[in-house]
């Protein structure tokens, strides 16, 4: 699968963030919660090598591994030929107030996750192992309330201009 394309799939895995109230390891505790279990879901993505957006579908699994760290893997499959394995951990740093994680499963090689929760929203900033589009940077946002779904957008910029590059909701099962 394209290197852009995983773009999408880092978002998918960013998903395991964690609440920022109260007891800084007791709310990531909390909001991690929110993630456990089986998941399917999909949504568009913007490949670089293709003029419009490819659907995608995702199952993934996702574990709590303590109180403030979490892991997620699974695959994705793009045009019905393509599959790619994917996988994160993220893990609250209390001292520091960040949610900070590494996904892999991008053929430009492991990223980086760092950001804050924003109410139900995790914002990540991605940090590609090298240049995707006009930098190596993304920015990922995940909402999950804690209804049985979450959703998940990643933004790059392109000439110039912030460009959501994949949108993807997911539901429990």
Do not use: H
Not at 57 to 74: E, H, L, N, Q, W
Not at 76 to 82: E, F, I
């Amino acid at each position: 699968m394209p290197s852009s394309t995983c773009l999408a799939f880092a978002g998918t895995l960013a998903l395991c963030a964690g609440l920022a109230i109260g007891s800084p390891a007791l709310a990531a505790s909390d909001y991690f919660s929110r993630f456990d279990g089986q998941w399917r879901g999909g949504g568009s993505v913007k490949v670089k090598q293709l003029p419009a957006p490819t659907n995608v579908s995702c199952t993934v699994s996702g574990t709590r591994k303590g109180p403030s760290s979490f892991d997620i893997a699974g695959s994705c499959r793009a045009m019905l030929v393509m599959s790619r394995d994917i996988a994160a951990r993220l893990t609250y740093d209390k001292g520091a107030r960040l949610y900070r994680g590494t996904y892999t499963g991008s053929s430009s090689g492991p990223a980086t996750l760092a950001g804050k929760l924003r109410g139900d929203t995790l914002d990540l900033r991605v940090k590609w192992a090298k240049k995707i589009y006009d930098d190596d940077f993304a920015r990922m946002l995940i909402k999950n309330t804690g209804r049985g779904a979450f959703s998940m957008q990643v933004v790059e910029k392109i000439n110039g201009k912030n460009v959501v590059v994949s949108n993807l909701s997911f539901k429990g099962r």
